[in-house]
């Protein structure tokens, strides 16, 4: 009875290697899955440590600034009694370090790497904004800023072109201007 159905024999027996075959890819899948999960959980700890590290280093900079702007700033015959670090307006946002002087006030923008882009954002979307959520502000001369661990020469000439103060970091580790002696910024609204 068994020799009249040998092609149905055929159809079970590949059947059955079939369904091996899915059970096997089954389990392939699982491991790979669970590994995925693994390299996913690997790479959220590596995003989380590099966003910290850029995150402590902006802090980095924005301490070395704020820490030598009255003495970087007496050099140049400009004397800020107040050196004021995240100055803060609720729903306005945050201004990086903001100089007050009898007569004037200086806002600095702090940035690891100075790029046109960020250059080009302060000018247009920040610095104009500032006297508006400060209105205290009102009566000074409004000056910027831009202190940057990282200031290629072209980027640094154009930040300076368009009347900016340009800090960065010396050789030493300290900080200094960048701007030429004959650097005079420009007085903003």
Known sequence: MEQQYPRLDRIEKNLDILLQGISELRDAQAK?????????????????????????????AEDLFYRNTKNIFRKRGMNFATV?????????????IVAKG?????????????SYRMVDQFLEKRLPKFKRFFPEYQDRKLRGGIGSLVVKDEVG??????????????????A??????????????
């Open 84 to 96: 004021i670090r995240n100055l803060k307006k609720k729903g306005a946002g945050e201004y990086d």
């Open 102 to 114: 009898r007569n004037e006030v200086l806002v600095i923008e702090v940035k690891n790497k100075l």
């Open 157 to 174: 000439r154009y930040a300076e072109e368009a009347g900016l103060f340009v800090l960065t970091q010396t050789n030493e580790g300290g």
């Open 32 to 60: 790979t899955d669970e590994q995925l999960k693994r390299t996913d959980k690997k790479l959220e700890i590596v995003t989380k440590q590099l966003g910290d590290m850029g995150f402590v280093q902006g802090e980095v």
């Open 176 to 189: 200094t201007l960048w701007n030429r002696e004959d650097f005079t910024p420009k007085e903003f609204q």
